[in-house]
């Protein structure tokens, strides 16, 4: 920690470690083009016309239009999407995990959602081929091809906290729902879970302090805002019944 012997002191009051723990948004191990979506139109069946983004897309797919269900479909946001006090989504995620974050079972995919099944299969050749360690290893214990990692419980909690992974000083935001679904964030953020719009508030508002700000400016490398933020500011649990908190 690289500071003035009097800001030393300040900060030592509030260096340790939070009550709280950070996540890395999801990581669909280089596989954007295929579970990044926008709605082209929606059927009057239900079904939903999306298309892949593969622009940027670390591997290259094939563009498909294709209707599915609408069911896998979350609102995403993106590392460009979070500016400090600020978030907003711009495209759509295909999860494809139960809300306990483990992967749906290829035979229960296949039964619930069909038509997301069969827009899946079109790239499966591509996803089993991804160079990613960690779905490499969810591969060898048996996982469907089209899984990916970094999605917990945490995933889906209504309220996030999220900052940027890379930038020139901590730049955090609140999320809340969108069209009565969590937004999920990507890899390129990092993510705390909030039960309440209050407690997330409370701890967006701690980290972009000046105090919360300047900890992270004299430590951190402005390429490495990781989860260990939390390890070194001593965020104490939220409790509304605290004047000071709320």
């Not at 469907?144 to 955090?172: C, I």
């Not at 953020?189 to 909030?194: A, G, K, N, T, Y």
């Not at 900890?215 to 951190?220: E, G």
């Not at 409790?239 to 000071?244: C, K, L, T």
Request: proline share 7%; hydrophobic share 40%; with cysteine.
């Amino acid at each position: 920690l690289t500071a003035r012997p009097q800001a030393l002191k300040a900060l030592r009051k509030v260096l340790g470690r939070s009550d709280y723990e950070a996540h890395e948004g999801v990581n669909t191990g280089g596989a954007n083009g295929v579970y990044w979506v926008e709605i082209v139109y929606r059927r009057p069946d239900g079904l939903v016309v999306v298309q892949n983004i593969t622009e940027g897309a670390k591997v290259k797919v094939d563009e498909v239009t294709e209707p599915i269900e609408p069911d896998l479909l979350y609102p995403l946001l993106r590392g460009r999407d979070v500016k400090r006090w600020k978030a907003e989504p711009s495209a759509l995620i295909l999860l494809v995990h139960e809300q306990n974050g483990s992967v749906i079972p290829e035979r229960d995919f296949q039964h619930r959602f069909p038509r997301t099944y069969g827009y899946l299969k079109r790239f499966e050749q591509v996803l089993r081929q991804r160079r990613d360690a960690m779905v490499q290893g969810m591969y060898r214990r048996g996982l469907p091809f089209y899984a990916y990692s970094a999605v917990g419980d945490y995933t889906f909690a209504p309220w996030k906290v999220v900052w940027r992974e890379q930038a020139s000083e901590l730049t955090t935001a609140v999320v809340g729902p969108r069209d009565a679904k969590p937004v999920i964030p990507d890899h390129k953020l990092m993510i705390v879970d909030c039960q309440s719009q209050d407690e997330a508030y409370y701890m967006c508002g701690l980290l972009n302090s000046a105090l919360g700000r300047f900890i992270v400016h004299s430590y951190a490398v402005a390429i490495q805002m990781d989860p260990h933020i939390l390890d070194h500011i001593r965020i104490p649990r939220f409790d509304p019944g605290n004047p000071v908190h709320r």
